[in-house]
Nanobody, 120 residues
Framework: QVQLVESGGGLVQPGGSLRLSCSASGSIFSITAMGWYRQAPGKQRELVATITNGGSSNYADSVKVRFTISRDNAKNTVYLQMNSLKPEDTAVYYC??????????????WGQGTQVTVSS
């Protein structure tokens, strides 16, 4: 099993920056990809960014250029650097990890979530 612990959320003014961190423990060698999702009140949870073990990343159109996802394999940690934050970025941000064999046996793991609020 994989356990995910998130940190770094908080309150920031529009145009500001935050860096979210997610540390993985447990069966970390089975992880094939990690990512960040977010859920605003009354809305569905949506993909923000993902990164594979090889370092390939993709982003939602709404966060491209502004957000950067990265991994530190030595620390078993994934980061989300968020710049030029907008009020519409306000949401609970969840760390995600996938393990197993892609398309054959995939296990999905979630962190507890961390609140990001962008407001004046």
């Amino acid at each position: 099993q994989v356990q995910l612990v998130e940190s770094g959320g908080g309150l920031v003014q529009p145009g500001g920056s935050l860096r979210l961190s997610c540390s993985a423990s447990g069966s970390i060698f089975s992880i094939t990809a990690m990512g960040w999702y977010r859920q605003a009140p009354g809305k569905q949870r949506e993909l923000v960014a993902t990164i594979t073990n090889g370092g390939s990343s993709n982003y939602a159109d709404s966060v491209k250029v502004r957000f950067t996802i990265s991994r530190d394999n030595a620390k078993n940690t994934v980061y989300l650097q968020m710049n030029s934050l907008k009020p519409e970025d306000t949401a609970v941000y969840y760390c995600n990890a996938k393990s197993g064999v892609p398309l054959l046996r995939v296990l999905v793991h979630w962190g507890q979530g961390t609140q990001v609020t962008v407001s004046s």
